[in-house]
Nanobody
Framework: QVQLVESGGDWVQPGGSLRLSCAAS????????MRWYRQAPGKERELVAD????????NYAGSVQGRFTISRDNEKNMLYLQMNSLKPEDTAVYYC?????????WGQGTQVTVSS
C-alpha cells in the first residue's frame, strides 16, 4: 500500500523555522522525483520545491528561494523541507508528492500557520 505521510506542521511566529517531513512507503522511493506543494485558503495549490532525478537538482518557487531547502534520505524513505525566515504568507497546508512517469502519489498534508 502506497503511503505518503507528512508531519512537522505547526504554528510559528514570523521569522521562525519549521522542518517538515514526508515518510514514504509502498513504492521504490529512490526512483521517484519528490516535490513539496502548498495550498493556502482560497488559493490554488502551488509547487514549492522539488528534487529531480537522477542528480537531485533542486528547484524552488521564487517566493521561497533562499529560505526553504528540500532534501531527501533514500535509505530512510524520507523527504524533508527545512523552512526558515517564515512569513505569514507561507501559511498553508503543505503536501508532498511522488512522481515516476505516469505514477503520482500525494500525502494528506500538514498545516503550517505563521502568525504573531
Amino acid at each position: 500500500q502506497v503511503q505518503l505521510v507528512e508531519s512537522g506542521g505547526d504554528w510559528v511566529q514570523p521569522g521562525g523555522s519549521l522542518r517538515l517531513s514526508c515518510a514514504a512507503s509502498g513504492f521504490n522511493f529512490s526512483r521517484f522525483t519528490m516535490r513539496w506543494y502548498r495550498q493556502a485558503p482560497g488559493k490554488e495549490r502551488e509547487l514549492v520545491a522539488d528534487m529531480l532525478l537522477p542528480r537531485g537538482r533542486r528547484n524552488y518557487a521564487g517566493s521561497v528561494q533562499g529560505r526553504f531547502t528540500i532534501s531527501r534520505d533514500n535509505e530512510k524513505n524520507m523527504l524533508y523541507l527545512q523552512m526558515n525566515s517564515l512569513k505569514p504568507e507561507d501559511t498553508a497546508v503543505y503536501y508532498c508528492k511522488a512522481i515516476y512517469g505516469s505514477l503520482a502519489y500525494w500525502g494528506q498534508g500538514t498545516q503550517v500557520t505563521v502568525s504573531s
